[in-house]
């Protein structure tokens, strides 16, 4: 059971370099994106949503990434642009 909303990072007690992060959330839509670095939520009622983005590589002490949008009978895109550090992942490391 997880009781806390936000990241929970899980990495692997054998491979140090393995590491998941699950982000919980208690908002009433939420998204995965794409590989394409797309989101979609469909359908979406007509309203005024804050849009807030979670990324395990954002840079600490920066706010992340939020918009408020307003949604018509059209539907609406936002965009959002990420600052991100590097990948961890890419760097050099043992080969298994």
Same mark, same amino acid.
């Given at each position: 059971?997880?009781?806390?909303?936000?990241?929970?990072?899980?990495?692997?007690?054998?491979?140090?370099?393995?590491?998941?992060?699950?982000?919980? @959330?208690?908002?009433?839509? $939420?998204?995965? *994106?794409?590989?394409?670095?797309?989101?979609?939520?469909?359908? #979406? !009622?007509?309203?005024?949503?804050?849009?807030?983005?979670?990324?395990?590589?954002?840079?600490?002490?920066?706010?992340?990434? @939020?918009?408020?949008?307003? $949604?018509?009978? *059209?539907?609406?895109?936002?965009?959002?642009?990420?600052?991100? #550090? !590097?990948?961890?992942?890419?760097?050099?490391?043992?080969?298994?």
């Amino acid at each position: 059971t997880l009781d806390r909303v936000g990241e929970i990072p899980v990495g692997c007690n054998i491979h140090d370099q393995m590491i998941t992060h699950l982000y919980v @959330s208690d908002a009433p839509w $939420i998204a995965r *994106t794409q590989a394409d670095g797309r989101a979609v939520f469909d359908p #979406l !009622p007509a309203g005024t949503y804050n849009v807030d983005v979670w990324h395990p590589q954002l840079r600490p002490g920066k706010p992340a990434p @939020s918009r408020t949008v307003t $949604i018509g009978s *059209t539907g609406s895109s936002v965009t959002l642009t990420l600052s991100l #550090l !590097p990948d961890p992942r890419n760097g050099d490391r043992a080969r298994y």
